[in-house]
C-alpha cells in the first residue's frame, strides 16, 4: 500500500479545493490531510453565542478581532494546520488575518470545540500545538461534559463547570462569558 504524500501547507490548500465539501472540515498534520467529521448543531450554537460576546467585549475594549475557522499554520517542516472555531488577535492592525485561508500569526488566545468523538480524541494534539506555538490562553469547550477547560500560559489548566464563568484573566483583561450561556438555545427572532 503506497503511503499517503506529504504536503506542505501551500500545496494542502491548493489540494483541499478538490476535497468533499471543498475541504471545510480538513486540517493538515504533519504534512498529511486529515478529514474531520462535520461539527454538529451544539457546536454552531456555541460559536454563535460566544461570537455576540465576543464582539461585544471586543468593541467596548476597541482592539483586537476574532476570526472563525481560520487556518493557523501552528508548525512547519513537515507543516501542521489547525482551524479551530475561533482566534482572537489583540495586537497589530485590526481584521489583517481575517482574509486570509491560513496565517503564521499567532493568536492571543484560541476557542476549541470538542463537539465530535473525533474532534474530541484530537484535542490533545490540537491544544499541545497550541502550547508549543506560544498561544497564551486556549479555551476547549467541552458539549457532552458542558464544561471548559482553560489553559493559560505559565499556569495550571483548570476546568470551569456549568455553573462558572469565563474570564480572559490578562490575556483579554474585562472578558467574562458564563459557561452555561455557551450552551443556551439562541433566540433567532
Not at 465530535?116 to 467541552?142: C, P
Request: aromatic share 8%; with cysteine.
Amino acid at each position: 500500500m503506497a503511503e499517503s504524500p506529504i504536503y506542505t501547507a501551500e500545496q494542502f490548500l491548493e489540494a483541499r479545493l478538490e476535497l468533499p465539501d471543498a475541504g471545510r472540515w480538513t486540517e493538515l498534520d504533519q504534512g498529511k490531510i486529515v478529514t474531520l467529521d462535520p461539527p454538529d448543531i451544539e457546536h454552531g450554537t456555541i460559536v454563535l453565542n460566544l461570537s455576540k460576546v465576543l464582539s461585544l467585549y471586543l468593541h467596548q475594549v476597541d482592539q483586537g478581532y476574532a476570526c472563525f475557522e481560520l487556518g493557523l499554520l501552528v508548525n512547519r517542516g513537515p507543516d501542521t494546520v489547525r482551524f479551530p472555531p475561533a482566534a482572537i488577535f489583540n495586537s497589530g492592525n485590526r481584521f489583517e488575518e481575517t482574509d486570509k485561508a491560513i496565517s503564521e500569526r499567532k493568536p492571543t488566545a484560541i476557542v476549541e470545540i470538542a463537539s465530535t468523538n473525533q474532534r474530541r480524541q484530537l484535542m490533545s494534539d490540537h491544544v499541545n500545538d497550541y502550547v508549543q506555538w506560544g498561544v497564551d490562553l486556549i479555551w476547549v469547550i467541552d458539549p457532552p461534559k458542558q464544561e471548559v477547560l482553560e489553559y493559560v500560559a505559565g499556569s495550571e489548566s483548570q476546568v470551569i463547570d456549568i455553573n462558572g464563568k469565563m474570564t480572559g484573566g490578562t490575556v483579554l483583561p474585562g472578558f467574562a462569558m458564563k459557561v452555561q450561556d455557551l450552551f443556551a438555545e439562541p433566540v433567532w427572532w
